[in-house]
């Protein structure tokens, strides 16, 4: 059963997978910050993306309170827009890039380049160029051939770039195989069992242009529980102390990354900011008294589990058939708008929104429209008997990693994206035309 009940009120404090504001409206309808949701399909069309400015400044500063003593970093390739750059600098978060282009349009809204953290594990020259001209707080190096590169472009007059080196702690978490992170054997950061990490902080520590502020980790995403954490945590400060004793020195910042599950389904878990503050501050307690290392200043980069709970898809009912013994509800969008479940199977929940039905429910698929077997958006959910074309579907937990992985496939068109608050919307991003797809082919 992938429906929720008609009460659709959540509180932050306990995972859900619809917007804190959400709730059952008249007429089969729902609200979300006293905005309809059929209405809004009807003025923007479908598919559309509703986001909740008051849910993702709530989230971001829930994760503030939970850690007031750390850096938190808001994972801009979860989802990012000129608006949420606003909103996540007046929150006080920083801003976690992994390109020149959200480099620049965090710069275009005025976002304080040293609240900036550069990742990559394939930084382009641009990339680079980008970030050391805004002057980014920190750049996270990911492979050894980065540090003479990041070096040499550092201006002779300009102070010394900060950077982090990112270490694979050897930790296995994260829902699917391909957002696992923290392993041995894959393309992200340096090997600590290898070696290759202390390498490279010896390298590093050999480039006066560079200044070594701390480690950094990423262990995976879609990570439900602070146990995978809290060992990177114990993993990490024994690196720190072991740095330490061997070659002197001793680093102020650690950077545990993100990865932070959001809940996509009723019953799904999540890691809620205080239980993950509660337990990783005392997690490092423990570890600094352990090996006599004085505590670092922590970093922690949500994004999905800022923006994700935030966010409604919404989809036009194209076609409904049965085949076999198999329901099938086809929608205007799919795997063009959220490669999620194709990429890495993943699952959400489905209501009908706009219109009331006695129908009993029965157990469907819902697809999207182009031409692939794998272009499934929501697998064995419950719908009415008599969801017909028309009808408006809502797909909640929608914020993360939809829009941000969006492609033109099909020449489709890449969906508008609509903030509501206190009753009003207000479009951030308009909808991918023709023309604008138009406008790139100039091979005439």
């Known amino acids: 059963m992938t429906t929720e009940p008609d009460l659709l009120v959540r509180s932050l404090d306990s995972p859900a997978v619809w917007p804190a504001s959400a709730v059952s409206a008249p007429g089969g309808d729902v609200s979300v910050a006293g905005v309809s949701l059929a209405e809004l399909a009807e003025r923007h069309g479908t598919p559309v993306y509703v986001l909740d400015e008051t849910e993702v400044r709530a989230r971001a500063r829930a994760w503030r309170r939970a850690l007031p003593d750390a850096d938190v970093v808001y994972a801009a390739k979860a989802f990012l827009c000129r608006a949420v750059v606003d909103w996540v600098a007046e929150e006080g978060l920083g801003l976690d890039v992994c390109s020149a282009g959200e480099l620049e349009l965090a710069a275009t809204r005025g976002f304080p380049p040293e609240r900036i953290v550069l990742h990559g594990n394939a930084k382009s020259p641009r990339d680079l160029r980008t ?62 069992a290898g070696g290759d990490a202390e390498d490279a902080v010896l390298r590093v520590l050999g480039q006066p242009r560079l200044s070594l502020a701390g480690l950094h980790c990423h262990l995976g995403s879609q990570i439900a529980s602070t146990e995978p954490y809290a060992r990177a945590v114990r993993t990490m400060v024994a690196f720190l102390a072991r740095l330490r004793d ?31 503050g509660r337990r990783i501050t005392a997690e490092l307690a423990r570890a600094c008294a352990e090996f006599g290392y004085p505590a670092p200043r922590l970093t922690v980069e949500p994004g999905r589990a800022v923006a994700a709970p935030a966010g409604v898809a919404l989809y036009r009912v194209l076609a409904v058939k049965r085949t076999g013994e ?56 419950e719908l009415p008997q008599d969801v017909r074309p028309g009808d408006i579907l809502a797909v909640p937990a929608s914020s993360a990693y939809q829009v941000s992985m969006a492609s033109g496939y099909n020449m489709t068109g890449r969906p508008p994206v609509v ?26």
Request: glycine residues 12%.
């Open 419 to 444: 903030a509501v608050a206190d009753g009003r919307s207000r479009l951030l991003l308009r909808r991918e035309t023709f023309e604008d797809q138009r406008a790139r082919d100039v091979g005439l």
């Open 131 to 192: 970030g050391l001209r805004l002057g980014v707080g920190r750049i996270v190096i990911d492979s050894d051939c980065e540090i003479a590169r990041i070096a040499a472009q550092v201006p002779p007059t300009a102070p010394p770039q900060k950077v982090l080196v990112r270490v694979l702690p050897g930790i296995e978490a994260g829902a699917h195989p391909k957002i696992r992170t923290g392993t041995e054997g894959q393309k992200f950061g340096l090997s600590l």
């Open 246 to 276: 061997r070659h002197g020195v001793t680093l102020p910042e650690l950077d545990l990354g993100g990865g932070f599950a959001a809940a996509y389904l009723p019953g799904d878990t999540a890691p809620q900011p205080e239980a993950y």
């Open 326 to 381: 198999r329901v099938f509800v086809a929608v205007d969008g799919g795997m063009s708008d959220n490669p999620r479940p194709a990429l890495y199977g993943a699952r959400y929940t489905v209501r009908m929104v706009g219109r009331a039905t006695a129908a009993p429910m029965r157990t469907a698929t819902v697809v999207g429209r182009h031409c692939e077997a794998g272009d499934v958006l929501a697998q064995d959910v």
